[in-house]
């Protein structure tokens, strides 16, 4: 899975030298150690609420579309207060720090499954809501600690990506469970088995997640050296401490602002394709088990295309045009669903959740790979991810109510703000890719071109050191 190369022609590496055995040690096992453990986290503990509704849970607990609304509301309004948190996974060991949100992130799931009304459920979906977010906002930023800037969109990708496959294997385990003939509902069943494996991992996770890559236990002293002057950027913070030079400048960053709209815009998608796409197809004419069925697919194929799309960010560069690409895709996607009223033409409307869906994942993940990217110093990428999970967040929110019984089933309001909102990222990451290509090349004319894998020390200035440059 790993794209390395031979340690030698690493950038950045050429001033450490070690043996040849601890050179394809360390190349092959520092990424792979942090992917195996963060996206094995990344579990579908929110997005079996989409699937929790088609198995029965809104009519069993007599909920209606307002009450159902605030089912999703409690998730994001707790989801987004508690996002702040990305700071702590600066300050706290990652290892022990990431294995009690497990716990407390699996039991919270596994509760949902013994709510009897509409007042336990909320209190179930809040709780899940602050866990979720405290690790799906620093994830992302702990990743960045560990890669270099051409190596992160694969990695964010393999992470972010699996929220898809989540969505695919929760489809297609929905669709086992509800043939489950036993004394619970369904959908009870549907929490407790979705959670319980979130809550074992703990254990992986404290004992094999490293806190940085200058302290993984596994690493000798020399390859801690190595893994941590092989990345492009030096950062003289202290670990534990925040430069809040760096936060006030993550703060008045204007492309931060441009990131966290981007995301505002691809998380309308994310939210409501996680939490209404069985009931989309449910209303095509598909009974329940068909229903989540058919929404695997599409998940499936849109965590190949976040891969896509990472290998060829990270390659070629040119973030900005990539977003374009699957943007525009996404838009299509929500065009064709928003034109074709025919409810009978399920072909072009299944069409259209395909395209939807395998063009606003990769968007979502190379958005906040590109983010930190550009982001100086460890502080301000705390700072960058902060403003994008708190406010990009907020869409959520409004994908919640916008899919209401009564519109059913073509469900165009939703599909038409899906459209407008994909439509805007594909003006934003345009606009952005201009302005930074022609932003370096004005460095290049003041102060002289740089070698692209030069380090830079980002403590002070951040990404305003003359020997920056930006990704675009």
Request: charged share 15%.
């Amino acid at each position: 899975m790993s794209d390395f190369k031979d340690i030698e022609q690493l950038p950045n590496c050429h001033h450490v030298e070690s043996a040849g055995t601890e050179k394809a040690r360390l190349q092959a096992f520092v990424p792979e150690e942090r992917q195996s453990v963060i996206r094995k986290k990344k579990g579908a503990t929110n997005r079996n609420i989409g699937n929790a509704k088609t198995a029965g849970i809104a009519d069993d607990l007599g909920l209606d579309d307002y009450q159902w609304s605030w089912v999703l509301y409690t998730f994001y309004i707790c989801y987004i207060i508690f996002e702040w948190t990305t700071v702590l996974w600066k300050i706290l060991p990652a290892h022990s720090y990431i294995a009690v949100l497990c716990i407390c992130w699996g039991a919270a799931a596994m509760c949902s499954g013994a709510v009897n009304n509409f007042a336990e459920l909320l209190v179930c979906r809040g709780l899940l809501g602050i866990f979720e977010s405290v690790f799906g906002c620093g994830a992302p930023y702990f990743l960045s600690l560990f890669y270099q800037r051409n190596e992160l969109g694969f990695r964010l990708s393999i992470l972010l990506g699996m929220s898809p496959v989540a969505n695919c294997f929760a489809s297609a385990l929905a669709y086992g469970i509800t043939q489950i003939k036993g004394s619970l509902e369904p959908w009870r069943y549907l929490f407790i088995i979705e959670g319980a494996p979130t809550v074992l991992f703990s254990v992986v996770v404290f004992f094999f997640l490293a806190d940085s890559p200058g302290s993984a236990r596994f690493l000798d002293e020399s390859q801690q050296t190595e893994a941590v002057e092989r990345l492009q950027t030096i950062d003289r913070t202290a670990k534990n401490k925040m430069q809040w030079q760096q936060v006030i400048s993550g703060l008045k960053d204007y492309k931060n602002y441009v990131h966290m709209t981007v995301h505002f815009c691809c998380n309308y998608s994310f939210a409501c394709l996680s939490n209404f796409l069985p009931t989309i197809l449910e209303t095509m004419g598909y009974d329940s088990i068909n229903a989540q069925g058919l929404a695997a697919p599409p998940y499936l194929v849109s965590f190949l295309c976040c891969i896509a799309a990472a290998i060829v960010s990270d390659r070629w560069g040119n973030r900005g045009l990539v977003i374009t690409f699957f943007a525009s895709m996404g838009t299509v996607g929500y065009l064709i669903l928003t034109c074709v009223e025919n409810e009978t033409q399920t072909g072009a409307r299944y069409a259209g959740v395909w395209l939807a869906t395998c063009g606003i994942f990769p968007a979502l993940a190379i958005n906040i790979t590109w983010m930190l990217n550009n982001q100086g110093g460890e502080s301000k990428k705390g700072a960058g991810m902060a403003l994008l999970a708190v406010f990009g967040q907020c869409s959520s929110l409004v994908s919640s109510s916008v899919f209401p019984d009564s519109d059913a089933p073509l469900y165009t309001k939703g599909c038409a703000l899906g459209c407008a909102f994909t439509g805007l990222i594909v003006i934003l990451a345009v606009g952005l890719h201009i302005n930074l290509t022609l932003e370096n090349k004005r460095r290049d004319r003041v102060y002289g071109k740089v070698n692209e894998h030069d380090r830079v020390d980002v403590t002070d200035g951040g990404d305003q050191n003359p020997n920056f440059r930006y990704l675009t």
